[in-house]
């Protein structure tokens, strides 16, 4: 049997790119997917808004992102670690990461620069400090009261484990109606909850904001997000956070008639492939492996939790292959992915780069921030995806073990060598028109020029190249020289 080997610690090429650089008639119905040709989404994990609204016109905009995911707005709990932005205490859009003002500014800046934007909203609960406190903002609060918002009658205590804690997954009950590690639960079945819920969402689309992330929406009901959706004031991207847990009841499934939902399986079988199996049995990726049908499918190499919590999957500290994986996901047509940007952290619960006052200083990419999403070998890959958008997957070859490549038919085509030896004097059958294409895994198109190798195509659609081990060449229709 064909065992992985332990990897060198060479750099590939393209690791050195890498360095280098269900709604109620009432109500609108919410948008099942990204809409517009330009879906990727980048997840800028913790960043605040003045470097989101740069980022978007710098980078996010140019490289073809479509959207961006903000972590939490709304007020919180005091602290350094990075968490405390997933327990409430109001819903003023004032954080460690900027006032409501910076907010406003940051989602302009970004549709100036054509870039929508996603927020990470948290609707399950408030706060877990068991003697409450005062929060970013100064609004005080305890465990099941926030003055103004909540009073004692709108969360559950589900009486179990005696302490109202979830612990039993396997409880329908218990996972929907008691605390997930201590957090106050809100009665989302209650007409006021939901009422107020909406109105901190409907504030933020009355700000823009074009869609959101529900964290914790197996802890809701999918009829409660569905009657939270039913409020919106406009259509808005729904992705809801559901994680597929073997023998569990409550399924991702459920929650595909409100909008997108995660898809959890994505990343850690993409790692178990490149890490101990097959690139190979990549070939029906998806739905082939038993994940959600793809139009309501949000797909991900990682994210902020399985990056600290899952040490299966695949994270920034992977270079080169973590690069090949992303590149893989882009290239891939299922699901809508999303390209993850973490702060380089050591600890799990430590915080962003901030301030004496726990404030989240400004991003500085490649120092204390890895910014995976301007990895040229993934910021370039999102030229890819947008040129491929709506192709079918041809000419699939592989060797059998870890050399891929496929054409998204018509658009683009890529080979994927995670061999430890390089692949030389192949010819490769794109179907793609003649002409000369800019390698995008290490060469960046620009201004009619590529900055890095040229692959010819001939008039019968072929190419021939070398592919070094731990590497790939892409090539499409948008990054075509003249
Ligand atoms: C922190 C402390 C706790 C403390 C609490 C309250 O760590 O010790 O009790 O504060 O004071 C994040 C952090 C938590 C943090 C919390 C609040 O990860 O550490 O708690 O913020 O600050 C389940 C849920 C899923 C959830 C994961 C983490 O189903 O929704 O757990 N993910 C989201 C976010 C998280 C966030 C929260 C929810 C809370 O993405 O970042 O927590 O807003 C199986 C099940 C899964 C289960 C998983 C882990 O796989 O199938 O459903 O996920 O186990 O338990
Ligand atoms: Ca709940």
Not at 96 to 124: L, P, W, Y
Not at 173 to 196: F, G, I, K, P
Not at 331 to 344: K, L
Request: hydrophobic share 35%; with cysteine; charged share 20%.
């Amino acid at each position: 049997m064909h065992r992985r080997r332990l990897r060198p610690a060479v750099l590939t090429l393209a690791v050195i790119a890498s360095l280098l650089a269900s709604g109620t008639v009432t109500a609108p119905p919410a948008v099942a997917a990204p809409a517009g040709g330009k879906k990727v989404i980048a997840n800028l994990f913790e960043w605040n808004w003045p470097s989101v609204a740069s980022e978007c016109a710098s980078t996010l905009g140019p490289k073809g992102y479509g959207y961006v995911q903000v972590s939490p707005p709304q007020e919180h709990v005091r602290g350094n670690q990075w968490w405390v932005a997933y327990q409430p205490v109001s819903y003023r859009i004032e954080s460690r990461k900027g006032t409501r003002a910076q907010f406003e500014s940051m989602v302009d800046g970004c549709h100036a620069a054509g870039v929508k934007v996603i927020v990470d909203a948290v609707v399950n609960h408030m706060s877990g400090q068991a003697n409450g406190g005062t929060g970013w903002a100064g609004s005080s609060y305890q465990h099941h009261a926030y003055p103004g918002i909540y009073q004692g009658q709108d969360f559950h205590y589900c009486g179990r484990n005696g302490n109202n804690d979830i612990v039993d997954y396997h409880d329908r009950y218990e996972v929907q109606n008691c605390e997930l590690v201590n957090l106050a639960d809100l009665r989302t079945e209650s007409d006021y909850v939901r009422s107020r819920l909406a109105a901190y969402l409907n504030d933020l689309l009355s700000l823009g904001v074009d869609g959101f992330r529900l964290d914790a929406s197996k802890h809701m009901p999918a009829a409660d997000v569905a009657a939270i959706r039913a409020r919106l004031s406009r259509p808005a991207y729904l992705v809801q956070e559901v994680i597929h847990g073997a023998g569990e009841p409550i399924t991702p499934t459920e929650y595909t008639g409100n909008g997108d939902v995660h898809e959890f399986r994505y990343g850690k079988d993409l790692a178990r492939v490149f890490r101990s199996e097959r690139l190979a049995y990549l070939r029906n990726f998806g739905e082939g492996w038993g994940h959600l049908p793809s139009n309501v499918s949000s797909v991900f190499v990682d994210n902020h939790d399985t990056q600290r919590d899952d040490g299966g999957v695949l994270t920034y500290r992977d270079r080169g292959i973590y690069a090949l994986a992303n590149a893989f996901m882009l290239a891939w047509p299922y699901g809508s992915p999303t390209v993850m940007s973490s702060y380089t952290f050591s600890g799990r619960d430590a915080g962003p780069p901030s301030d004496g006052n726990n404030k989240t200083l400004s991003t500085t990419c490649y120092s204390g921030w890895e910014c995976e999403h301007r990895w040229p070998v993934i910021a370039n890959m999102v030229g890819f995806r947008n040129a491929t958008e709506g192709a079918g997957v041809s000419n699939w070859y592989d060797n059998g073990y870890q050399h891929i490549a496929f054409s998204r038919t018509g658009r683009g085509f890529i080979t994927i060598n995670d061999e430890d030896f390089a692949v030389n004097g192949r010819s490769y059958h794109t179907g793609l028109p003649a002409g000369r294409y800019c390698d995008v895994i290490h060469g960046t198109f620009a201004g009619g020029t590529c900055t890095g190798p040229v692959i010819t195509v001939d008039a019968n659609g072929w190419f021939a190249a070398n592919v070094p081990a731990h590497d790939a060449i892409a090539i499409h229709l948008s990054a075509r020289l003249p």
